[in-house]
C-alpha cells in the first residue's frame, strides 16, 4: 500500500468510501466485486462491477462479501479493498499509513480482526477500528463529548444500527438486520407474489428510491418492466405508489419498534436529553421520503434527518482521521 498519507475507511455492506488525510473523499463505490470463476481473477469493483450486476455471463460471480452484517466470503473481500487501495493510490510513494476503519458494531470481533489482518496485509500501520454509529454522529457534527444524550439511527444497506452516545462513549446500542436492501427484496417479493412478475435488485432499488413515500398515501400509478413468471416473457405492469409502502411496511416497522425498544431502556436523565433534542437519522436509507412523519409520529420525539446521509460515517472517520489524537494511540 502506497499512499501518501493516512486514510478513513467506511466499508458498508453496500458502499465503501475511504477519505484521505487533509484530502477529503476519495472514493465512494458500491462494495462489490465480480470475479472471474475460472481464473479467480478480478473482472471489476464498484461502480463498474455494479453496472454489470444482473447481467453477468455464467462465468463471472458479482458479490457483495458483506452481507447482512457478517462476512460472507473473505477472500472476496480481500480482494475488493486491494482494488480500492490500488484505485486511491497517488503518485506520492509514502507508505505504510495509518487507517481507522469504521464497523457496525454488530460484526463480532473475529469479523473485526478479519478485516483487520487484510487491511495489515495491505501494508498499513497501524489499524484503528471504529463503531460506524460514533463516527456518523461525529460526522453529523453531534456534540458527542459532553455528559448529554445523543440518540441516532443508521439505517444502511443491510443492517440499522441505533445508539445513545454520550461523553465520546456508546451508552446504549442495538441493531436490526434491516435495510435499504431488505426493502429492495420486499418490494421483489411483493410482486411476484401479487403480480407472478419478476424484478431485478436494481429494478426494486429505482422505485424506492423514487417513487417510495412511507408515510404518504399515494394512489398514483408507475409502470414497470419486468419478467412474467408463467409466460416467461418480458411484460410491462402498472403498480400504485401505495403498494410499495405495503410492501416495506412489516420489515420498516420492526426498525421502528427497535427506536421505541432503546429509547423505553434508556435511563431517565439520557431520554430526557432525548426527548428534547431528538433522534437524528441517517443512513442511505434516511433518504426515505415520509421517514422523518412517521418515525415522528410513532416515537412523539423530535426526528432530523441528516444533510448528507451517505457521508456520515465517512465524514466523521476523516475528522478523526485529521485529529488523530482522538484516538487512543494504545488502542
Ligand atoms: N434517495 C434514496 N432513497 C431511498 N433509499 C436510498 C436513497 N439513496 C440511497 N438509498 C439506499 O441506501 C442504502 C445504502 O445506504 P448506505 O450507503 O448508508 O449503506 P451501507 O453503509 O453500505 O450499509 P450498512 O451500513 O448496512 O453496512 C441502499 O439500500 C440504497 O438503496
Ligand atoms: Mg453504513
Request: neutral net charge; aromatic residues 4%.
Amino acid at each position: 500500500m502506497m499512499l501518501s498519507t493516512d486514510i478513513g475507511i467506511d466499508l458498508g455492506t453496500s458502499n465503501t468510501l475511504i477519505y484521505e488525510r487533509k484530502k477529503g473523499i476519495v472514493l465512494n463505490e458500491p462494495s462489490i466485486i465480480a470475479i472471474d470463476k475460472r481464473s479467480n481473477k478480478v473482472i471489476d469493483t464498484g461502480n463498474n462491477a455494479y453496472k454489470i450486476l444482473g447481467k453477468e455471463p455464467k462465468n463471472i460471480k458479482i458479490i457483495y462479501p458483506l452481507q447482512n452484517g457478517t462476512i460472507i466470503d473473505i477472500d472476496a473481500l480481500e480482494l475488493m479493498i486491494n482494488e480500492f487501495i490500488k484505485k486511491i493510490k497517488t503518485n506520492n510513494m509514502f507508505i505504510k499509513p495509518r487507517v481507522l476503519i469504521s464497523l457496525s458494531a454488530d460484526l463480532t470481533s473475529l469479523e473485526k480482526d478479519v478485516i483487520k489482518e487484510i487491511i495489515l496485509k495491505l501494508g498499513a500501520r497501524k489499524v484503528y477500528v471504529e463503531p460506524s454509529i460514533k463516527t456518523a454522529a461525529i460526522g453529523i457534527g453531534m456534540n458527542i463529548s459532553e455528559p448529554i444524550a445523543n440518540m441516532i439511527v443508521d439505517i444502511g444497506g443491510t443492517t440499522t444500527d441505533i445508539g445513545v452516545l454520550s461523553l465520546n462513549d456508546i451508552v446504549k446500542y442495538s441493531y436490526v438486520k434491516i435495510g435499504g436492501k431488505t426493502f429492495d427484496e420486499d418490494i421483489i417479493k411483493y410482486i411476484r407474489e401479487k403480480y407472478k412478475v419478476l424484478i431485478g435488485e436494481s429494478t426494486a432499488e429505482t422505485l424506492k428510491i423514487n417513487h417510495l413515500n412511507v408515510y404518504k398515501e399515494d394512489n398514483h400509478t408507475v409502470e414497470i418492466k419486468g419478467k412474467d413468471l408463467i409466460s416467461g416473457l418480458p411484460t410491462t405492469i402498472s403498480l400504485e405508489k401505495n403498494e410499495l409502502k405495503y410492501a416495506i411496511k412489516e420489515n420498516l416497522n420492526k426498525i421502528i419498534k427497535e427506536i421505541i425498544h432503546i429509547l423505553e431502556q434508556t435511563p431517565p436523565e439520557l431520554s430526557a436529553d432525548i426527548v428534547e433534542k431528538g433522534i437524528v437519522i441517517t443512513g442511505g436509507c434516511a433518504k426515505m421520503k415520509g421517514l422523518l412523519e412517521l418515525i415522528n409520529k410513532k416515537t412523539n420525539v423530535p426526528i432530523f434527518i441528516a444533510e448528507y446521509p451517505l457521508i456520515s460515517v465517512i465524514e466523521g472517520s476523516g475528522k478523526l482521521i485529521n485529529e488523530l489524537k482522538l484516538i487512543d494511540e494504545d488502542q
